[in-house]
Each structure stands twice: as structure tokens, then as C-alpha cells.
């Protein structure tokens, strides 16, 4: 058994979601916020035999894309501005961080 933990941008969630479903995979969607860009995430939680991995890796991949977004910064309160930069600046966003943990146990009640 594996548990894929899979943390996606909000955008690719609901795309995600249906495509699991399809796929026959259930899956506990957490709320969660990402420490960079301090926006929204959705953290997908799937239990799966180990042969159906690579199936599910590829589900998230083809349904969660990196996209590039302008993102202003926040101006540091009372921080050190030496590294502040006044403008937006674009940077990539979206797409799947995703980690693949071995299962010593599943049980579904």
C-alpha cells in the first residue's frame, strides 16, 4: 500500500477531483495554504495498492498545470527591505508537489 499526498493549487482542484472520482480513487481533500504565496491549496490524501500508483501520478499530473501569475509583495513590517522589491514580479505557480509514502497499514471502516 501507498498513501500519495498531493498538494495542488486551488485552480487545478475541483478538475483533480472529478478525475479521481472517474478513475476509482477516493481521496480526502484538505484546505491548506501554501507559505510562499500565502495562497489557497488543496491537499489531496489517497490511499492506493502499490500497483495503481503510477495511474494516480498520472491522473495529477494531467489535470494540474503550473501556470505563471504576478504576485505583489507584501512589504516587510519592521524586517530587514534590503531584499524588498517594490514591483509585482511574475513567478510560476500551479502544477502538483506530491510524495509517495509506503503503508504499513489501510484499514476503511
Do not use: W
Not at 5 to 25: G, P
Not at 43 to 67: M, P, S, W, Y
Amino acid at each position: 500500500m501507498k498513501l500519495i499526498i498531493a498538494v495542488v493549487q486551488d485552480q487545478d482542484s475541483n478538475r483533480l477531483s472529478k478525475a479521481l472520482v472517474e478513475n476509482n480513487f477516493r481521496a480526502t481533500k484538505l484546505a491548506s495554504t501554501g507559505g510562499f504565496l500565502k495562497s489557497g491549496n488543496t491537499t489531496f490524501i489517497i490511499g492506493t495498492e502499490d500497483i495503481r500508483v503510477d495511474r494516480a501520478l498520472q491522473i495529477i499530473k494531467d489535470n494540474c498545470r503550473a501556470r505563471d501569475q504576478l504576485v505583489s509583495p507584501v512589504s516587510p513590517m519592521g524586517g530587514n527591505a534590503d531584499s524588498y522589491v517594490p514591483y509585482p514580479v511574475e513567478v510560476e505557480v500551479g502544477g502538483a508537489t506530491v510524495f509517495v509514502l509506503p503503508i504499513e497499514q489501510f484499514l476503511h471502516f
